[in-house]
């Protein structure tokens, strides 16, 4: 049995818990299915085309991505770098301080009032981030983002040091993180979980318990209802019932070595970067459906293990669709010039074999500008093992059709690709932060953080973990707006198409059953592989996105879901 301890604030009289719950035991699941290693011919490994500067821009002097110590000599590195980009506004923390200021994670959210807050952690290198004297995450008042303001800091045991693993959801406005840092090991998974709905300015604690066995990164469902702890030394994942946010309840625990993992927009789906349980690194995709509907003591079959051969460490996934095909956005990190780490697309469509369609690098990046960076901050170093210029977190404005990636890339600072063609990606902006002048570390930025967006400003805020939080607009139009079309795409007017289902493989159709924004509009019983798909509502002269969500569900048993995206347009388009 594994007991529960009550959080501070349910402590009742002489130290006792108001409440005493103990946690059912749970049997480690190891994966049901062979692992099969699936491969697939990848796109060349080659940079990304590197964005083309508008008016205001500082831009690079070298190769794309790199900050040379030539730059550092000339006073260009303390001016900054930027690139159809502009600073709006930021909250950081100047010389002679030293501790760490930023950290792995940026979150953007809007309360029910209207308060517009950013949360981002400090949890770099924990007990290296000692010097802010508060370690805890950062609560920032974003009302006016010109100036951002500190509004309290979170010092539970899991805000106080996440590691990677902040994380929040906007459905149910819940911030949550488990307690972790690199050795994993030494400190136990204590999950908190805030309410920030009411007001984000001021969140809630519900509960502080030790349900995340061991903690480094973690995932949360689109619903709010589930929480995923992993941690990749130890093994393990453990899903984490949170829909009642003041009795968390372990409801399984998986035998894989997860880095950072996502869900699906359903939560059928489990993307989990850093599986080495064969030796191997790569990307698992885990059948979550049981976990997702509350079955007792659920089953998580493998649908498929997927590596690729630029691969360094991989570091996050992102499930996104493009012109209603599924993707992964996953991200590397680290590489210490052998193979550094960039993002790139995965083509999930089929999901039992997963394929790279294109790759986000830089040119500083590539093998052949290896020796050119001897000597550059940030490079040769004791830190180089962890530093350098290297990829580490993703992310995107939104799952469906999302215009842009932004990437937190180390040295390289923050960078934006388009990506309306997925198969084609080009890098249109960055911003790298001035260089503060310091003895130790070296003198570099560190920008690892997942940054978070604000589209309707075109604003993407991001952390540099030794100079601070950053609200940066997008300029120049590289940030197209959503009725703007990809290139060579088109919009369509049917309202009723005739969709083949994906992933079915050999089995029998026992029925269909189709999901238009989340709403049920057809159930189709019988052998048919094929399903008419019905658009209702009126098409305006805007662009008019619809997701679709197709359960099919077989005869011998398994349940296939195959999702969408169309743009509807009016046929004048």
């Not at 952390?463 to 990809?486: C, E, I, Q």
């Not at 619809?546 to 169309?566: E, H, P, Q, S």
Request: proline share 9%; net charge positive; glycine share 8%.
């Amino acid at each position: 049995m594994m007991p529960s301890v009550a959080p501070a604030h349910e402590i009742g009289e002489a130290g006792m818990p108001k409440t005493l719950r103990l946690i059912p035991p749970l049997k480690v699941s190891a994966p049901v299915t062979p692992r099969a290693v699936s491969t697939a011919p990848e796109p060349p490994f080659v940079a990304t085309p590197r964005a083309t500067c508008g008016p205001g821009a500082w831009p690079e002097t070298g190769i794309q991505g790199r900050v040379s110590r030539e730059d550092h000599e000339k006073g260009l590195a303390a001016r900054g770098f930027r690139c159809n980009a502009e600073l709006v506004g930021s909250l950081t923390k100047e010389p002679p301080n030293l501790g760490t200021v930023g950290g792995y994670k940026v979150m953007r959210y809007v309360d029910r009032k209207g308060n517009e807050c950013a949360y981002y952690d400090t949890s770099l290198l924990p007990p290296s981030n000692a010097p802010d004297l508060t370690m805890g995450v950062r609560v920032v008042n974003m009302a006016d983002p010109a100036k951002p303001v500190l509004s309290t800091i979170l010092t539970t045991p899991a805000m106080a040091s996440p590691h990677e693993s902040l994380v929040l959801n906007e459905r149910r406005g819940v911030l949550a993180a488990v307690a972790g840092n690199l050795s994993q090991a030494v400190l136990p998974g204590i999950v908190d979980l805030y309410d920030i709905s009411e007001n984000c300015l001021q969140p809630v604690l519900k509960s502080s318990t030790p349900t995340g066995v061991y903690g480094h990164e973690s995932g949360m469902a689109v619903d709010g209802k589930t929480f995923y702890s992993a941690s990749f030394s130890t093994g393990t994942i453990v899903a984490i019932d949170i829909t009642n946010l003041s009795l968390p309840a372990p409801i399984w625990l998986g035998n894989y070595e997860s880095h950072g993992l996502s869900l699906s927009d359903d939560g059928t789906r489990a993307y989990v970067a850093k599986d080495a349980n064969s030796g191997t690194l790569g990307m698992t995709i885990l059948d979550t459906t049981q976990v997702q509907n509350r079955t007792p003591n659920p089953v998580v079959p493998e649908v498929s293990f997927f590596t690729w051969s630029s691969i360094s460490i991989p570091q996050n996934t992102v499930p996104i669709t493009i012109k209603g095909r599924p993707y992964v956005l996953e991200s590397d990190e680290f590489g210490a010039q052998v193979k550094t780490g960039g993002a790139r697309l995965i083509d999930i469509s089929d999901e039992a074999r997963p394929r790279v369609v294109s790759n986000m690098r830089l040119a500083v990046m590539q093998p052949e500008n290896f020796a050119a960076q001897a000597g550059d901050p940030g490079v040769d170093t004791p830190f180089r093992f962890a530093q350098g210029y290297t990829g580490h977190f993703c992310n995107v404005p939104t799952r469906v059709d999302p215009p842009i990636v932004a990437c937190g890339m180390a040295v390289s600072g923050l960078r934006i690709f388009d990506i309306r063609d997925p198969l084609k990606p080009k890098e249109v902006a960055y911003y790298n932060a001035p260089v503060k002048p310091r003895t130790f570390p070296e003198g570099s930025n560190w920008a690892y953080s997942q940054p978070a967006f604000v589209p309707e400003r075109k604003e993407v805020w991001y952390t540099d973990a030794y100079t601070g939080f950053y609200a940066v607009k997008l300029t120049n139009g590289v940030w197209p707006d959503p009725t703007t079309p990809a290139p060579n795409g088109t919009c369509m007017s049917r309202r009723v198409i005739k969709v083949n289902v994906r992933g079915l493989g050999r089995s029998a159709v026992k029925s269909l059953t189709v999901f238009v924004n989340g709403k049920r509009t057809t159930t189709q019983r019988g052998p048919r592989r094929s399903v008419q798909v019905k658009f209702t509502g009126t098409v305006s002269k805007r662009a008019e996105v619809k997701t679709v969500r197709i359960v099919a569900r077989l005869r011998n048993g398994r349940t296939v879901v195959d999702r969408r995206t169309y743009r509807l347009c009016t046929s004048g388009r």
